[in-house]
């Protein structure tokens, strides 16, 4: 099961900052937070990771708390083709497979 | 940019019938994985397989489902005998590192998904 908390939806105005949070109060010392999306029904699609430190990269910002019990998702300017439904999803730590567990997410809907 | 390429786009079968979803995977990718998403629902890990073997599979993975890799370049689900309830999209995915040994870059490549309808 996801040990990711997510709102069920939100709202963003094109070209400003989306910014999605999420709780993992249970997170263990070793896991990572993972954020993929998913468009209409495509494939989900990575966006980024972080272990403690906030990560950035060409597609959004990750914000993790010091405490590692939250993190936010910061899609800087939000376009039209970023309304997609968000996953925040805690690696469980296995055998060895990357096997990810996917919740319920955050339907992000980005209004002209 | 490389893509995890699957095939059929959509089958229509009927129930009691055998199917077979394939996957061309990345081709330096390790792992490889089967998810399948309920219309409506959340997307659900089924298998993951990683040297030519089953590394874990769900609950839902039961005796109807199995994996194969044929070839170098396949990666095959099949359901010997579906049900109404298989009905859903089928993503196949793969990774090139094993995150619990390298801590690499824990991304899953997708495919674009085969939607199989049960009738």
């Known amino acids: 099961d996801a040990k990711t908390t997510q709102p069920t939806s939100m709202d963003c105005a094109e070209g400003r900052a989306a910014n999605l949070p999420c709780n993992h109060s249970?997170?263990?010392?070793?896991?990572?937070v993972y954020w993929y999306r998913q468009i209409h029904s495509q494939g989900p699609q990575y966006i980024i990771h972080?272990?403690?430190n906030n990560e950035t990269n060409e597609m959004a910002s990750l914000i993790i708390t010091e405490d590692r019990k939250s993190s936010t998702l910061i899609l800087p300017h939000a376009t039209l083709r970023d309304t997609a439904v968000y996953y925040c999803?805690?690696?469980?730590?296995?055998?060895?497979?990357?096997?990810?567990?996917f919740g319920t997410g955050t339907r992000l809907t980005v209004i002209p | 940019e490389p893509e995890v390429t699957q095939t059929p786009s959509h089958q229509v079968t009927q129930m009691g019938q055998e199917v077979i979803l394939r996957c061309v995977p990345i081709?330096?990718?390790?792992?490889f994985y089967w998810y399948r998403q309920i219309l409506g629902q959340k997307v659900e890990f089924l298998v993951s397989?990683?040297?030519?073997?089953?590394?874990?599979k769900s609950e839902i993975f039961d005796d109807q489902f199995s994996v194969e890799r044929p070839d170098g370049s396949n990666f095959t689900l099949k359901i010997r005998s579906t049900k109404l309830e298989d009905s859903a999209m089928y993503f196949c995915?793969?990774?090139?590192?094993?995150?619990?040994?390298?801590f690499g870059s824990g991304e899953l490549f997708f495919g674009e998904g085969s939607r199989l309808t049960v009738l």
């Open positions: 995915a793969s990774t090139p590192a094993s995150l619990t040994a390298s």
């Open positions: 999803i805690v690696r469980v730590a296995g055998t060895g497979a990357n096997n990810l567990f």
């Open positions: 397989f990683y040297n030519n073997e089953i590394s874990e």
């Open positions: 972080g272990l403690k």
């Open positions: 249970t997170i263990s010392g070793n896991e990572y």
């Open positions: 081709s330096n990718h390790l792992y």
